[in-house]
């Protein structure tokens, strides 16, 4: 008799394929823009009614992260009771592209009505590199969504400008003309070994951690065990669903990595209201102490985690960033972590790092 125990590239298909990883919303027709197709991932724990309080994230990836990353999330996110969202952001995946001026406007108009769309009332608010572009504009002009009693707000590696991280390669790229833009969503498929995604599209981070002698693969390795130990995900379907991950994101559209690398080198689309950091943080805090005289009186966590190792912003941008937001104790609870082994990518799928953030907000 035929064996009926499904192999781990199997299950890895049937998990991938699982609908919570590939939900499509409709934002609908206005007066700028015709109806826009969203493709997005519902992940994690799901209320068993409208009434339960399930702790949920928003959480935004870098250039080139998609929904997919919930492939990686989705079994920490059940095992601790949480729900989280991600979102294709325009010309990822299944959303439709928009013209790159209206990038950040289209997301802030997307995330009101697709919550309201699921239901869901309150957020916590997660980003990853260029993510947080789009959480930080989130944050103040949807301040709202944060559950009043427990706003809660995580940046993982955020991207900065490299004006002020000092990163010579940055610096230079920005006098790459902008057509040689138009393939770079092309490049990780030729340089990376490894099928898992660089979802910041650091591609020379990648090229380093496959250097003979480097410590990548024993660390993913340590992961993997930890998320089988901890989380029920076994490792060797694990690593089929790295494979197929990389498959299904370039299956889709990824023209939107693209856009956001220019945006990123501040070549492409704007950032609207954190152009600058230092004066977002500024103007943010005055804003929540005016709230908090208004009755409000939950102060914001935010968190930041950023890798021992980082090509993309270095120590330098990592002491911008965390300069930018520390000075504001009345209204703004702030800690930053430096997390050891990691790089600007890898810092995003770590179950010690997700472990910690879900836990926190589900114990705020």
Known sequence: MPSTTK????????YISQRHFHRRFILARTATHGELPVTYADIGARPDSTAENVPTFLFMPGMFGSRYIGVYIHAIANKLGVR????????????????PESRVEIWLELVPLLLKHLSIDHVSLVSHSAGIIYLLNTLTTHRDLLDPEHPYVACLAPWVDPAHSHMTAWQLARYIPTKAFSIWNQIPQFFMTSPLISSSGAVITSMKDKLPGGDAVT?????????EQEYGLEKDVQIELEKLTANFIFKESTLGANEEALQCLRKGAPWLECDDYTKFANKFAESERRRRGGGSTAKIRMRAYFAESDVMIGKTGQKYFENCFKGFEDVLDFDSNTVLEENHDS???SPVVLGKIFKERSQY
């Open 7 to 14: 192999n781990p590239r199997t299950i890895a298909a049937e």
């Open 84 to 99: 989280v969202l991600s979102v294709d952001r325009p010309g990822m995946g299944g959303s439709a592209s928009v013209p």
């Open 219 to 227: 660390m993913s390795e340590r992961k993997r065990r930890l998320i």
């Open 347 to 349: 810092v995003a799928f």
